[in-house]
T-cell receptor
Framework: EAQVTQNPRYLITVTGKKLTVTCSQN?????MSWYRQDPGLGLRQIYY???????DKGDVPEGYKVSRKEKRNFPLILESPSPNQTSLYFC??????????????FGPGTRLTVT | DAKTTQPPSMDCAEGRAANLPCNHS???????VYWYRQIHSQGPQYIIH???NNETNEMASLIITEDRKSSTLILPHATLRDTAVYYC??????????FGKGTRLSVIA
């Protein structure tokens, strides 16, 4: 089954404790992206990647890191989480072929709480 | 990217067609109209997109007016599982996907 998986689905952590949220897709997609969703602010892009070893900042990259060492995986790293990073996080992927870039498959989400 | 305007909420009876409108009067020639939906706290789901012509897939139909200033997403036979927030987005190139407030569709038994 074609899917994007994220782990963990739920995480409660404390300020400053490094964490990684994993994202994996099995569709051989070139494009992968991380979003956060907050009430009243909609979906905002954190980082994206057009292919292996190519990553770029989205609209809200501060406090986050990503890597794309393999095509299928795109982990999101919070080196020193803060309470303002409490949010619902989504990973997404898509092909980059003409006209299909925005046909994105989303993961189930990771609800992160930083206390 | 062009701004889109959608009604905040709509109701639809189960089994009837749900017609969700979207205004995008400032859309430019190279911007596509995309529709996504999000069932409560789940990941957004791509539905359909189009540029000028009407489009249909297994989930829905997309009707775009000739002047491209508005469009309608049609769910032909709405079910309770179609209850979700529906987002209309005008996009081109590599611009990021940004969801606005969307339309909250409630399908009623």
């Amino acid at each position: 089954e074609a899917q994007v998986t994220q782990n963990p689905r739920y995480l409660i952590t404390v300020t400053g404790k490094k964490l990684t949220v994993t994202c994996s897709q099995n569709m051989n997609h070139e494009y992968m992206s991380w979003y956060r969703q907050d009430p009243g602010l909609g979906l905002r892009q954190i980082y994206y990647s057009m292919n292996v070893e190519v990553t770029d900042k989205g609209d809200v990259p501060e406090g986050y890191k990503v890597s794309r060492k393999e095509k299928r995986n795109f982990p999101l790293i919070l080196e020193s989480p803060s309470p303002n990073q409490t949010s619902l996080y989504f990973c997404a992927s898509s092909h980059l072929t003409s006209g299909r870039h925005h046909e994105q498959y989303f993961g189930p989400g990771t609800r992160l709480t930083v206390t | 990217d062009a701004k889109t305007t959608q009604p905040p909420s709509m109701d639809c009876a189960e089994g009837r067609a749900a017609n969700l409108p979207c205004n995008h009067s400032t859309i430019s020639g190279n911007e596509y109209v995309y529709w996504y939906r999000q069932i409560h706290s789940q990941g957004p789901q791509y539905i359909i997109h189009g540029l000028k012509n009407n489009e249909t897939n297994e989930m829905a139909s997309l009707i775009i007016t000739e002047d491209r200033k508005s469009s309608t997403l049609i769910l032909p036979h709405a079910t309770l599982r179609d209850t979700a927030v529906y987002y209309c987005i005008a996009l081109s190139g590599n611009t990021p996907l940004v969801f606005g407030k969307g339309t909250r569709l409630s399908v009623i038994a």
